[in-house]
């Protein structure tokens, strides 16, 4: 990813960009075959060069083409023409998002399939369900796995729409009108580049098309700070359902030797935080001057290699975390257990109901019940097994029964067929 964004390949990209307006010239019999392939074969530029060019003319892609006609000699009568610079610039900047996009597709690919199998191996782990951050009901360790796939596969989605919305390219002169060049240069250029013409261009291509692309990024990084963050929930030492894997010889403080810290996830939160902050510069770089200006152009120039570096480097982080997750199976069947099972509390309830209470009366036996539990660290279902009100309408055997977990997941296969097909 980092060799993408260097100096080096921008001007590679540059070149790119050049070559294939001379080879569609070239297709439409403006310039001789053999001077496009002389052109292609004779064509470099230097990087220092280019440098030195531009502390003179103050202007990078003057400076690029004349470091490149340098190099052509005469030839390079035939090269830029009809062109201004966005027409290069844009039309590369697109050719290194895609290749890019690559990458972090290849990224959420690997990442999805490492929770998966997360997800299989997990689908009977018993663990707790919270909500406000409290108990709630059972659930398994695999299901949290599939909502997990589900929002990490639908941010891959939005990505791949993103990255083909922004699969254009432009060659349509000063302020897009095409006033020094055919709009057949336009089609067959981007073509063999790989891209689609954008239908309109203003001397630049729209930056909404950019804006939404970030928007992408920013939705991708957010979903594993989600994740991050539930894993540091888990990793707290009252909790302890997870942990990030702990190398040998690793410490976790320089003050308390004890210390196993969710370094990584917090790091993944605060990288988080950078890549939304990059969202919001490329949506402020929406709004320009009449046909363009440039004050997009010095900010792109860092939120985009910036956060698509990030967001590779935090799949590819949050990827490792998750191969070398360390699940704490026994903890989490214990948190289903605190005081004596109160998360069973909606099956008594129901089972109340269904022998005639009121949902309002039972409501009130149970919730009594398991307060009690609570509020003195007790045991529930004890408390049900001596409440003689309780046992008017159900049997040691039925209360027994409602505290089987594995009644609360006979239908957890229709989420998995969902997910893992």
């Not at 060069?49 to 190099?71: K, W």
């Amino acid at each position: 990813m980092t060799k993408i964004w260097d100096l080096n390949s921008k001007f590679d990209y540059y070149l790119q960009v050049e070559l294939a307006v001379c080879d569609a010239y070239a297709q439409l019999g403006t310039i001789p075959q053999e001077i496009a392939e002389k052109i292609r074969q004779k064509a470099s530029f230097s990087v220092a060069r280019i440098d030195e060019i531009e502390r003179e003319v103050r202007h990078d892609v003057i400076a690029f083409l004349t470091c490149v006609n340098e190099s052509l000699g005469d030839l390079g009568r035939y090269v830029h023409v009809g062109l201004t610079s966005s027409d290069v610039i844009d039309t590369a900047f697109a050719l290194q998002i895609q290749d890019s996009g690559k990458i972090i597709l290849d990224d959420l690919n690997k990442t999805v399939e490492t929770l998966k199998n997360l997800a299989k191996i997990h689908k009977q782990t018993l663990c707790i369900g919270r909500s406000h951050g409290i108990h709630a009901e059972v659930m398994t360790f695999g299901v949290k796995m599939c909502s997990w796939i589900d929002i990490l596969e639908r941010q891959k989605e939005n990505f791949i729409h993103a990255l083909n919305q922004i699969k254009v390219g432009q060659i349509s002169g000063p302020v897009g009108t095409y006033s020094n060049i055919s709009p057949e240069i336009e089609k067959i250029t981007c073509e063999n580049l790989g891209l689609t013409p954008a239908r309109i261009s203003t001397q630049i291509i729209a930056r909404d098309y950019h804006a939404y692309f970030m928007q992408s990024l920013a939705l991708i990084a957010s979903v594993i700070e989600q994740f991050a963050t539930e894993i540091r929930h888990l990793q707290r030492t009252e909790v302890l359902e997870l942990e990030e894997g702990f190398g040998k010889g690793q410490k976790g403080s320089s003050a308390m030797p004890h210390k196993k810290n969710p370094v990584l996830n917090e790091n993944l939160c605060g990288l988080a935080r950078v890549v939304r902050a990059n969202s919001i510069v490329a949506l402020e770089n929406i709004s320009l001057w009449h046909e363009r200006d440039i004050s997009h152009s010095s900010a792109e120039r860092i939120i985009f290699p910036d956060s698509l570096t990030l967001v590779d480097f935090m799949l590819n982080r949050f990827n490792s975390i998750m191969e070398n997750i360390v699940v704490h199976k026994d903890n989490m069947l214990a948190h289903t257990n605190e005081f004596g099972g109160i998360v069973y509390s909606q099956k008594v309830l129901l089972t109340l109901v269904s022998k005639g209470l009121t949902r309002e009366d039972a409501y009130i036996i149970v919730q009594r019940n398991a307060l009690e539990a609570f509020q003195n660290h007790g045991d529930f279902k004890a408390n049900l097994l001596n409440d003689n009100e309780i046992l008017k309408y159900l049997s040691t055997d039925e209360i027994n029964k409602i505290f089987d977990p594995q009644a609360f997941l006979g239908n957890i296969n229709s989420i998995y067929d969902r997910i893992l097909d």
